[in-house]
C-alpha cells in the first residue's frame, strides 16, 4: 500500500480534536460527531483491507540516533481492540450529548478530548516500535486525566490525580526497561534499534531480560488493573461521567492485558514463563476480590468498576496458562468486555441522570416505571455475567476451558467468579429494578428511554449479540495471533493422554 491507512486512521480524530480548538461552540457536538463517524468508515476501510490480504504495515526513519521508527501495523489483535475503540467513541459522544459545562470545561472542551483519546488509542494499538508504543501509552493519560478532573463529579481532583499518579508510577518503570532495552540492543548488535520485530530476535541474557521483563509487566499490571495495584480504578470510575469510564474500562485498561501479549509473551518469552505462576496466581486473586467487592458495593459505577477487576482477572489467567484456546479467549474477552461493560457504564448513566444518585438504595422498582431502560440494563446485566448467547460467555468459556487444559485446580478456583458474578449481577438488578416503586423513583422517572438513549444503546447491544452467535467474525482474525503468541513463547497445547496413545 502506497497510502499510509494506518497512520491516517489515528490522524483522523485528532484533526477533528484541532478543528475543535477553534471557536465553534455551536456545533462542537456535531462536529466531533462527524470526525467519530468519518474515523470509523477508515476503520472499516482498513478492515476490509486487511482481511482481504493487503499489507498495511508502515515504516519509516523517525529517530535514527535511538534506532527508533514510525512504525505501524496491524495484526488480529490489534484489529479488533481498533474496532472496539473507534465503535465506542461515537457512542460514547451521542450518550453524553447533553453533558452541562462547567466554566471551562464546556461540552466542547470534552468531545476535542475524547477525540485527542482516541488517536492516541489507536496509535497505541498500531505501534510496532517499543519507544513510539512507550510514547503514545504515556499520551494516553493527557486526556483522560482531563476528562476525568474536569467533568467529573464532587472528588473529581483527587480520582484523576489518583488515576494519574498510578499510571505515571508504572510508566516511569516500564521507561527504566524501554532504556534498557536500547542499550541492550547496543550491546548485542551494535545498533540501536527500538523494532519490535528487531528485539525479538536479539537473545537477551535470561537475568536482564527478566529485569526488563517485570519493567513492562508492572505498567501492564497497574494498568489492567490486577489487585494489589486496582485501587485507582473505582475511585475514577465513580467520579467519572459514565462515557469517560467507558473509554476508561473498555478501551484504556485493555492496553494492560494488550500489552502483557504483545510486549512481555513476545520480546521476553523464556521470563513470561517464569513468572507465569505468579501472574495466575495474581489473576485468581483479582477474580475473586473483585467479585466479591462488587457484591458489597453500595455504588453502582464502583461495582461495575469491581466487576471489571475480576474479568480482567480472567484475561491474565487465559493468557499465562500459556494455550491457544485461553489466549484466543482472552483476547477476545479484551473485546467483550468493552462492550458489555459500556452497556453497563451508559445505561447506568441514564439512571443517574433521572434519580441523580448512583447509590443502589436510591432505586427500587424501575422496571414499573421505565420498562425500557429495565430491559437494557438486564441484557447489559446478563452479558456481564457471561450468560449463554451473550458474546462474553464465549470469552469465558473458552479462558476456563484453556485454562482447565493445562492447571484444572487453577480453573476450578476461577469457575468460582463465574457464580460470584451471577450473584453481584442479579443483586443489582433486584435491589434497583424490582419490588415496589419507591417515591423518590416515581418523582424523577418521568420518561422511559428516549430517542437518543435507544440509538446508544442498540448497536452496543446489538455487537454483544452478533459476537455471541457469530464469534467466529473475531475469532478468525484472533486465532492466528494466539497462535503466533503461542510459538514465540516455545510452548505447545496439552495433549490429552488418550491423544498421545492414538499418536
Not at 465513580?238 to 500489552?259: C, H, N, W
Not at 464502583?302 to 493468557?319: D, E, K, N, P, Q
Request: hydrophobic content about 55%; proline content about 5%.
Amino acid at each position: 500500500m502506497t497510502f499510509p491507512w494506518l497512520t491516517f486512521l489515528g490522524l483522523v480524530p485528532l484533526i477533528g480534536a484541532a478543528v475543535l480548538c477553534l471557536p465553534v461552540k455551536q456545533i462542537a457536538r456535531g462536529v466531533g460527531m462527524v470526525f467519530a463517524l468519518a474515523t470509523v468508515a477508515v476503520g472499516i476501510g482498513v478492515t476490509v483491507l486487511s482481511v482481504g490480504g493487503a499489507d498495511l504495515a508502515e515504516r519509516a526513519p523517525w529517530i535514527p540516533a535511538f534506532g527508533a521508527w514510525w512504525a505501524l501495523d496491524l495484526d488480529g489483535m490489534s484489529l479488533v481492540m481498533v474496532l472496539l475503540t473507534v465503535v465506542l467513541v461515537p457512542v460514547v459522544l451521542l450518550a453524553e450529548w447533553r453533558l452541562p459545562g462547567r466554566g471551562r470545561w464546556t461540552p466542547q472542551a470534552f468531545v476535542a478530548l475524547v477525540l485527542a483519546l482516541e488517536s492516541m488509542s489507536v496509535f497505541v494499538f498500531l505501534a510496532q516500535d517499543v519507544l513510539l508504543f512507550y510514547l503514545f501509552f504515556e499520551a494516553t493519560l493527557i486526556p483522560m486525566y482531563f476528562l476525568i478532573g474536569g467533568f467529573g463529579g464532587p472528588r473529581r481532583s483527587y480520582a484523576a490525580v489518583k488515576f494519574l499518579l498510578f499510571s505515571l508510577a508504572g510508566g516511569l518503570v516500564m521507561l527504566a526497561s524501554v532504556i534498557g532495552l536500547y542499550a541492550t540492543s547496543v550491546q548485542l548488535t551494535g545498533t540501536p534499534t527500538y523494532l519490535l520485530d528487531e528485539l525479538m530476535k536479539l537473545q537477551i541474557d535470561p537475568t536482564l531480560a527478566r529485569w526488563l521483563m517485570l519493567g513492562f509487566l508492572f505498567a501492564f499490571v497497574v494498568k489492567a488493573p490486577m489487585v494489589p495495584v486496582h485501587t485507582w480504578l473505582p475511585t475514577a470510575a465513580e467520579e467519572a461521567t459514565p462515557g469517560t469510564s467507558v473509554l476508561l474500562v473498555g478501551v484504556l485498561d485493555k492496553i494492560g492485558t494488550f500489552g502483557m501479549i504483545k510486549f512481555c509473551l513476545w520480546l521476553f518469552p523464556e521470563a513470561s514463563t517464569w513468572i507465569a505462576p505468579a501472574m495466575v496466581v495474581l489473576a485468581l486473586i483479582s477474580i475473586l476480590y473483585g467479585a466479591v467487592a462488587a457484591i458489597g458495593s453500595k455504588n453502582l459505577l464502583r461495582l461495575v468498576a469491581y466487576t471489571s477487576i475480576s474479568h480482567f482477572g480472567f484475561m491474565v489467567l487465559g493468557i499465562y496458562t500459556f494455550t491457544s484456546t485461553g489466549i484466543s479467549g482472552s483476547i477476545f474477552y479484551m473485546v467483550n468486555h468493552g462492550f458489555s461493560t459500556a452497556a453497563l457504564f451508559l445505561v447506568i448513566g441514564f439512571l443517574i441522570s433521572r434519580r441523580g444518585s448512583a447509590v443502589v438504595t436510591d432505586f427500587g422498582g424501575v422496571q414499573k416505571v421505565a420498562p425500557v431502560l429495565t430491559g437494557v440494563f438486564l441484557m447489559a446485566g446478563l452479558s456481564g455475567l457471561a450468560l449463554p448467547g451473550m458474546s462474553s460467555f464465549v470469552s469465558e468459556f473458552m479462558v476456563l476451558a484453556g485454562s482447565w487444559s493445562r492447571q484444572p485446580g487453577v480453573a476450578a478456583v476461577a469457575v468460582i467468579g463465574t457464580v460470584l458474578a451471577a450473584v453481584y449481577i442479579l443483586r443489582m438488578y433486584q435491589r434497583t429494578m424490582t419490588g415496589p416503586v419507591t417515591d423518590d423513583v416515581a418523582r424523577t422517572f418521568t420518561t422511559d428511554a428516549t430517542a437518543r438513549e435507544k440509538w446508544v444503546a442498540a448497536p452496543v447491544l446489538a455487537v454483544i449479540l452478533l459476537l455471541g452467535f457469530v464469534p467466529n467474525l473475531a475469532l478468525t482474525v484472533i486465532e492466528p495471533v494466539a497462535q503466533t503468541t503461542m510459538s514465540h513463547v516455545g510452548v505447545t497445547d496439552p495433549v490429552a493422554p488418550l491423544g498421545e496413545e492414538a499418536k
